[in-house]
Nanobody, 130 residues
Framework: LVQLVESGGGSVQTGGSLRLSCVVS????????MAWFRQAPGKEREGVAA?????AYTISNSVKGRFAISKDKNTLYLQMNNLKPEDTGMYYC??????????????????????????WGQGTQVTVSS
């Protein structure tokens, strides 16, 4: 069982920056894949960025050049720069024991079976005002 706790969300104006953190604990597999997803009101949860145990990563085209994913020991980060109102939503940290499976869902809605298969944090709200 993996526990995930996010922090760092908040309210900023367009062009602002935030850094999200996710502390991971518990039974962490050697080839665990970590990812950030987000969900705007009335929309499906979609992938934002993912990174695997070898530090290979992928980022959604919608945030490429503005967001960066990284990890350090047991903490996952999402650096978000030049934020836009369309980045508003609840941001979730996720862990998957299947290597790179979340990679294919960056910029795409996550299907219900995978939603149930991943471990999730409680989410942190990001609000960007114009």
């Amino acid at each position: 069982l993996v526990q995930l706790v996010e922090s760092g969300g908040g309210s900023v104006q367009t062009g602002g920056s935030l850094r999200l953190s996710c502390v991971v604990s518990g039974d962490i597999a050697n080839d665990i894949c970590m990812a950030w997803f987000r969900q705007a009101p009335g929309k499906e949860r979609e992938g934002v960025a993912a990174i695997d145990s070898s530090d290979a990563y992928t980022i959604s085209n919608s945030v490429k050049g503005r967001f960066a994913i990284s990890k350090d020991k047991n903490t996952l980060y999402l650096q978000m720069n030049n934020l836009k109102p369309e980045d508003t939503g609840m941001y979730y940290c996720a862990a998957d024991s299947t290597a790179r499976r979340p990679f294919i869902y960056m910029g795409r809605p996550i299907p219900a079976p995978l939603l149930e298969a991943l471990s999730w944090g409680q989410g942190t709200q990001v609000t960007v005002s114009s």
